[in-house]
């Protein structure tokens, strides 16, 4: 199987309540998309997309995974107030079905992510 990234610039999100937001996130998620976002998600942001995700759980749609990666500067007093409100300045956010998503981890400088689906003959023999 294809695994398709789909890269967001933050100007495509900016402009969204939460909400619509998480609808659009999860829209792509669902069809089996990994999503890359420009931004950094704000921790209101992610637990929304949580709440969001664990309303549409089933079969079909087990969930997904993502890690942010946020600026830690905080230089100005602009940027300290964003982050104040929970807004984000820089970073990068990545989400993605946790059926294809095997592995995530991430340190303060990058974002690992290994994916595919399992190939049902190469699942080893209990």
């Known amino acids: 199987m294809d695994i398709q990234i789909e890269f967001i610039r933050a ?3 900016a402009g969204m309540t939460v909400e619509q937001k998480m609808d659009f996130i999860l829209d792509h ?3 089996d998309k990994i999503v890359v ?3 950094g998600m704000s921790p209101i942001e992610e637990s929304a997309l949580i709440q969001a995700t664990m309303t549409q759980v089933s079969k079909k749609f087990p969930g997904i995974e993502v890690s942010t990666l ?3 500067s905080a230089q100005g007093i602009r940027e300290r107030l964003i982050r104040l409100l929970g807004g984000s300045t820089g970073g990068l ?3 993605g079905p946790s059926r294809i998503v095997k592995q995530i981890s991430k340190d303060p400088r990058r974002i690992t992510m290994l994916a595919g689906e399992e190939d049902e003959k190469k699942t080893p023999k209990k």
Do not use: Y
């Open 70 to 72: 946020r600026e830690k």
């Open 93 to 95: 956010t990545v989400i």
């Open 37 to 39: 976002i420009e931004e």
């Open 29 to 31: 998620v669902k069809d």
């Open 11 to 13: 100007d495509v999100l």
